[in-house]
């Protein structure tokens, strides 16, 4: 699985806004939304006029995932160590019946200061006020007491990462790579970074075009009592309004509309025993490589575990052997590359993978039907492991370019799912156009064929809805794997909303047109609660 969510634990609206524009000299600075199913985000220049003429009236978001999870999983192996991983915010377009902003930018930033969600409602009026009790507000965090500044506590400075995200029609989504700000917080304030407090999202200080001065701790400011803490905006700033963009929170009742963090990363295992190639002219240096693995499981549990006598991190050595039936014969002298430092060498270093997993690069050249993998350690008194084989195949050149057509089915694919399964998916891919003679029907069996490069996607089908996008981007995380038994790949059902049938599709890469095919077959399963 190269996806992993983890949905927002709070969110909260907070605002200086009037309280009933126009009719109202008191600013709702004490009020709170947190059990709201949307948040807000607006900069309303002129609504109202006070004593000191026309003002800004301004909202923000705050919103927290459980980064301890992360941290959890990362530690268990869940997920990669950094670097190898990718966080993405995630936050859906609420639509409205307001004005909707354009050409504007919306700043991510992480906050600097505790503080609660809160229980308010009231959208509109602002009538849930926290009278300092639980529950932040745009003067206090909550309960644990006041914002050192009115409209909340971010850390700012070169040394602190800061987002910023244009709109130009002001209906997107909002997907957002933040994985500097996620690694600091799992580094947290003992690590030399700082500890997880959640995001802000507002729209730039231009856009905003208001200053800020010490909070003072009340439920709601007078007009004339906002001019002295600074609530207002700097008159000689920008004057225009954005009013008002609005994304679905974490309490609505839209599964799929639901601000998260997803994790998302590169877990393809390119294990090439079902599709090994003797070295070639053809074929670049890298192409020629091929990658064998080995996969240890425990007789007792079921589990990947790791081979007696080797340590994470640490090597193993494999042979090749020619051979019909079993390894015969002398080990094969092999060309340099991958595994192998120095032609003719006879072994090929290996390494350790993750847990139980172990692989071996290397290439070879010849004319041989088969070869046997012989994975062993170093050692005076050797142990041997494991031992494979593998068919090999000749590369070829086409004198045309080819149209690449293929017949896909889920060999595995199970009519109903439950939501705390993760599924293993196994496809079955031949070539479209394949039309076998009676003997052949008769005397030999359809080749699995492996794609290289191949990713999948997900819809609701009631709606369509596209749940998991295609991955074919910088972080592949949809692509498949392949092994012996062809392609394959892993998916954890707690992402989908139980009661509900869902669409899978795929696309492979054609280089010859260098572009991904979208394949027309289509599978349903159904996600159930279990």
Do not use: C
Not at 290 to 318: F, M, Q
Not at 424 to 435: A, H, K, P, T
């Amino acid at each position: 699985m190269a996806i992993k969510r983890y949905m927002a634990t709070k969110d909260n609206t907070i605002t200086n806004a009037y309280k009933s524009a126009l009719l109202e000299t008191r600013r709702a600075t004490g009020s709170n939304m947190g059990m709201a199913d949307v948040v807000e985000i607006f900069s309303i220049y002129g609504q109202a006029s006070g004593s000191n003429g026309l003002s800004q009236e301004l909202s923000r978001v705050l919103i927290e995932f459980p980064v301890s999870t992360v941290t959890t999983d990362r530690a268990a192996g869940t997920i990669p160590a950094s670097g190898s991983v990718s966080f993405y915010l995630r936050m859906y377009n609420a639509k409205h019946a307001f004005t909707l902003p354009r050409q504007f930018n919306l700043v991510v930033e992480p906050v600097s200061a505790s503080w609660e969600e809160g229980v308010g409602l009231d959208m509109e009026e602002y009538t849930d006020r926290t009278y300092d009790n639980s529950g932040s507000n745009w003067m206090r965090r909550g309960k644990v007491g006041a914002w050192t500044l009115a409209g909340g506590d971010y850390h700012t400075g070169s040394a602190t990462p800061s987002y910023n995200v244009s709109f130009a029609e002001g209906y997107e989504d909002l997907e957002l790579d933040i994985s500097e700000i996620v690694e600091n917080w799992i580094k947290g304030s003992s690590g030399g970074k700082y500890d997880n407090y959640g995001l802000s999202v507002r729209l730039t200080a231009s856009q905003e075009a208001y200053f800020t001065a010490s909070a003072t701790p009340a439920d709601t400011v007078p007009e004339s009592v906002a001019t002295s803490v600074g609530l207002l905006h700097n008159p000689t700033g920008a004057t225009n309004s954005y009013y008002t963009k609005k994304f679905f929170a974490r309490s609505s009742e839209f599964f799929f509309k639901r601000p998260r963090l997803e994790a998302r990363w590169d877990s393809r295992v390119k294990d090439d025993r079902g599709n090994f190639y003797f070295s070639s002219s053809l074929a670049t240096a890298a192409d020629n490589l091929n990658t064998l693995y080995l996969y240890n499981y425990s007789p007792r549990t079921g589990k990947l575990t790791n081979l007696p006598n080797t340590v994470a991190g640490g090597s193993v050595l494999v042979s090749i052997y020619s051979g019909s039936t079993a390894p015969t014969g002398s080990k094969l002298a092999l060309p340099a590359g991958g595994g192998v430092v120095t032609a003719g060498h006879f072994n090929v270093t290996g390494g350790w993978y993750k847990t139980g997993i172990y692989s071996a690069s290397f290439s070879a050249t010849g004319s041989l039907t088969k070869l046997f993998d012989v994975w062993h350690t170093g050692a005076a008194n050797a142990t041997e492991f494991f031992t494979g084989s593998v068919t090999p195949k000749s590369v070829t050149a086409y004198d045309n370019a080819p149209s690449d057509q293929y017949a896909t089915s889920i060999s595995n694919l199970k009519s109903k799912y439950i939501r705390s399964e993760t599924a293993r998916m196994r496809l079955f891919v031949r070539d479209r156009n394949w039309s076998p003679t009676i003997y052949s029907v008769a005397t030999s069996a359809i080749t699995n064929k492996t794609i290289p490069s191949a990713s999948y996607h997900i819809y609701r089908v009631a709606d369509e809805l596209n749940v998991v996008p295609y991955g074919t981007g910088s972080t592949k995380h949809t692509y498949l794997s392949h092994d012996v038994s062809g392609n394959y790949f892993d998916f954890n059902m707690s992402m989908l909303q139980a009661g509900y049938s869902y669409g899978l599709k795929f696309v492979y890469y054609s280089d010859s047109i260098k572009d991904w095919i979208e394949q027309p077959e289509e599978f349903r399963f159904r996600v159930e609660e279990g």
